[in-house]
Antibody, heavy 118, light 109 residues
Framework: QVQLQESGPGLVKPSGTLSLTCAVSGGSISSDNWWSWVRQPPGKGLEWIGEIYHSGSSNYNPSLNSRVTMSVDKSKNQFSLKLSSVTAADTAVYYC????????????WGQGTMVTVS | QSALTQPASVSGSPGQSITISCTGSRSDVGSYNYVSWYQQHPGKAPKLMIYEVTNRPSGVSNRFSGSKSGNTASLTISRLRAEDEADYYCSTYTSSTTLFGGGTKLTVL
């Protein structure tokens, strides 16, 4: 069974770039899955950021599209998120998640990592 | 895209049933059976409870059920238990994007 683990700096300066990585274990990053990022500001709801396929194809939330870049590193079996020009509004717990290809839901989530912009 | 609309909170006593609604539009909830529901306990990652409107993943209690009518999907939890107290989020998938509802806090009295 696939397991996901987020990692990255817990503190990012305003106007800087947030960079996170999600390590995939128990499965291959090249399997038929879309690899996603979802975030949750403190005390608020979930927000989908975007997703990437192992081929490099990606879909992003239109509201974040101009600031988001996702990538896949097959050699390390992981995928990454970069969010540029961050502000305090980007402070959140960031989750990585798996969506099977042709499915419409997330069946596996990482434990989440808190990122504070300050 | 606007977030799906959920009630901020619902409550019920142990043994009772509750229903959480999730209202979208004709272009998302109303057009596709792509509604899923997630349970989230404090400090934990979301957990898939229902997918494609009515389906339960393996291991999820049959006390959880889903339905849809028009532009509104619903999650029903029967025979409420203390451990059901959590936040619940609905979600849809359309046009290669995922949309979440604002979340509903379930309190078991």
């Amino acid at each position: 069974q696939v397991q996901l683990q987020e990692s990255g700096p817990g503190l990012v300066k305003p106007s800087g770039t947030l960079s996170l990585t999600c390590a995939v274990s128990g499965g291959s990053i090249s399997s038929d899955n879309w690899w996603s990022w979802v975030r949750q500001p403190p005390g608020k709801g979930l927000e989908w950021i975007g997703e990437i396929y192992h081929s490099g194809s990606s879909n992003y939330n239109p509201s974040l599209n101009s600031r988001v870049t996702m990538s896949v590193d097959k050699s390390k079996n992981q995928f990454s998120l970069k969010l540029s020009s961050v502000t305090a509004a980007d402070t959140a717990v960031y989750y990585c998640a798996e969506r099977l290809k042709f499915k419409t839901y997330f069946d596996m989530w990482g434990q989440g990592t808190m990122v504070t912009v300050s | 895209q606007s977030a799906l609309t959920q009630p901020a909170s619902v409550s019920g006593s142990p043994g009772q049933s509750i229903t959480i609604s999730c209202t979208g539009s004709r272009s998302d909830v109303g057009s596709y059976n792509y509604v899923s529901w997630y349970q989230q306990h404090p400090g934990k990652a979301p957990k898939l409870m229902i997918y494609e409107v009515t389906n339960r993943p393996s291991g999820v209690s049959n006390r959880f059920s889903g339905s849809k009518s028009g532009n509104t999907a619903s999650l029903t939890i029967s025979r409420l238990r203390a451990e059901d107290e959590a936040d619940y989020y609905c979600s849809t998938y359309t046009s290669s994007t995922t949309l979440f509802g604002g979340g509903t806090k379930l309190t078991v009295l």
